[in-house]
């Protein structure tokens, strides 16, 4: 016969110097409550669900194996017994059951407690327990150690009957406790890229949405509710085919399992707002690699990178007809004074009205042309902007109100949205009358009789924004890209220089204007102005 383990006679002779029954049956005092052992049973959740996935499977290949399957925490309390009826009774009769300690104090030598302090797995057989009640017993239990934040520690054990007892079942708990840590760490990494792709798709600032292999959408982040003016709930299980301007290049996508990337599509919002994307749009297929089950598609916001575009080509634009405009103005200015003044000098000499009639036509010409050349200078380079602190509210009332005959004669309400308070800002009040004039001039000249121009003023971070809404019959996408260029007018009457000069007093003030308009619809002017101006 084998000589027990040291660490097991050791453990024997404790328990016997300390007076402890081996023929009683223990009835320890510290037993957890249910409620107590409820809130632990919470915290050692995860190691639980794992510990009954995996014993289930393999309590299903030892079915001629009578055995219980134990969890235990750090200081030996058991949390969870199942597995055969007739040892867990027998088990009961001798005091163990869930919230039971079984510590070397209260159980005398057992797997459990022998595990937790020597941190290594442990085997018990018959007599090897101090209590008589276990001799018909053998058990097997392994430390396990999770590294959660606060971390877990415990024991996982096997008892069955003495006649069961086979070394090899040591062998199975200890594989069992190392596959169950690293599930439980694999689940943790698992979570944390959960929690990192959540956090990336809520967050990105691009649309994204996923389709079915039937084109429904599963599944969409908020940015993409932003870009779409619809909510999730909205759109969910709804078909993406439904959706314009993209949805026919998905069921593309789906037919064929081409990728489409690169595109570029514009969207407008309820206020008129536009929004410049980047459309890639790809086929998410099975394990196999073989058939599409779906559709990934992305929308990356180049707005700004738009605008910035069109800036720029604006600016190239203006510089290079500056350069022409400060030599054109000079050359045409000098003789057109002098041209002015001999006419003058002609209308003081001819008084007759019959011979002044066209002496009067001639200098209302010269007069229109005068005015030209200079509209042409302020537009290629204009005047630097005087800035003063000005209300933006009371401006803008203003200016609605020395606009309202025009607006009454073509039978349009102009109606204003601003804040109760006022507003100011840095900024040329001249100038932005200016603006707001033509702005708004042009809303009414855009509308047919009857109709409303909505003026709206409100603060948006560091950012006064003006918005001027026509119900007009809007302007075509080819249109809109030409809209501010020099010279370029929709209009039976004009030179096109209205918001080339708007433009570049805006500019001059480090502000923007956007436009966005749907044919049949309307158009929207957008002017934001930075609130405090710096190296103006």
């Known amino acids: 016969m084998l000589a027990e383990p040291s660490y097991i006679a050791e453990s024997k002779w404790r328990c016997k110097r300390a007076g402890m029954n081996p023929q009683a049956i223990p009835d320890p005092a510290s037993r957890l409550s249910d409620d107590e052992t409820q ?67 209260g159980m005398g030598t057992n797997a459990v407690s022998l595990t937790l302090q020597h941190q290594q797995p442990i085997q018990l057989v018959g007599a090897d327990h101090y209590r008589q009640g276990l001799h018909a017993m053998a058990s097997y239990a392994a430390p396990f150690s999770y590294l959660e934040p606060n971390g877990l520690k415990g024991t996982i054990a096997f008892i069955v009957p003495l006649e069961h007892h086979h070394p090899i079942l040591l062998t199975l708990v200890t594989t069992l406790v190392e596959t169950i840590e690293k599930q439980l760490e694999l689940d943790v990494k698992n979570e944390q890229l959960n929690q990192f792709n959540s956090m990336m798709f809520h967050t990105v600032r691009n649309g994204i949405i996923l389709t079915d292999q039937e084109g429904r959408i599963q599944e969409l982040n908020p940015y993409m509710e932003k870009i779409i ?177 025009q607006a009454i004669l073509r039978s349009i309400t102009l109606e204003t949205r601003v804040p109760d ?22 809303a009414i000249e855009a509308m047919q009789a009857q109709g409303v121009v909505r003026i709206m003023l409100e603060q948006k971070d560091e950012y006064a924004v003006i918005r001027i809404k026509d119900e007009g019959k809007g302007i075509s996408d080819e249109h809109l890209n030409q809209i501010v260029t020099p010279f370029f007018t929709t209009k039976d009457e004009g030179i096109g220089l209205g918001l080339s000069i708007s433009y570049r007093m805006i500019e001059s003030h480090k502000g923007s204007i956007n436009i966005s308009s749907k044919p049949g619809v309307g158009t929207t002017f957008t002017i934001q102005l930075p609130i405090r101006m710096t190296n103006a």
Request: charged share 25%; net charge negative.
């Open 229 to 405: 003016s619809k909510s999730k709930e909205q759109l969910i299980e709804k078909s993406v085919f439904e959706l314009e301007p993209f949805g026919r290049l998905v069921k593309s996508v789906l037919q064929t399992g081409k990728e489409i990337a690169d595109r570029e599509i514009i969207f407008h919002d309820d206020m008129m707002q536009t929004t410049v994307c980047l459309f890639d749009a790809l086929p998410v297929l099975d394990e196999k690699k073989e058939a599409v089950t779906g559709v990934y598609l992305q929308f990356r916001d180049i707005t700004d990178r738009h605008q910035l575009e069109k800036q720029i080509l604006l600016s190239e634009k203006f510089t290079a007809i500056g350069k022409l405009a400060a030599g054109l103005a000079h050359e045409i200015r000098n003789p057109l004074t002098s041209v002015i003044g001999f006419i003058y000098l002609m209308k003081q000499k001819f008084q007759h009205a019959a011979e002044r009639r066209y002496l009067d036509i001639i200098d209302q010409e010269l007069s229109t042309l005068n005015k030209l050349v200079s509209q042409f200078v302020l537009m290629t380079k204009p005047s630097n902007p005087q800035i003063r602190m000005c209300n933006m509210r009371s401006l803008i009332l203003d200016t609605v109100e020395l606009m309202k005959s």
């Open 421 to 442: 308070e006022a507003l100011e800002v840095m900024a040329d009040a001249q100038q932005i009358k200016q603006v707001l004039v033509n702005l708004i001039q042009n």
């Open 39 to 105: 809130i632990r049973l919470v915290r050692y959740g995860k190691v639980l669900t794992q510990m009954q996935t995996f014993s289930t499977r393999l309590t299903g290949t030892l079915q001629d194996v009578q055995m219980v399957v134990a969890l235990t925490d750090e200081c030996g309390y058991v949390l969870d017994l199942y597995g055969d009826c007739a040892v867990m009774k027998e088990l009961d009769q001798h005091g163990i059951g869930v919230g039971v300690p079984l510590t070397e104090c």
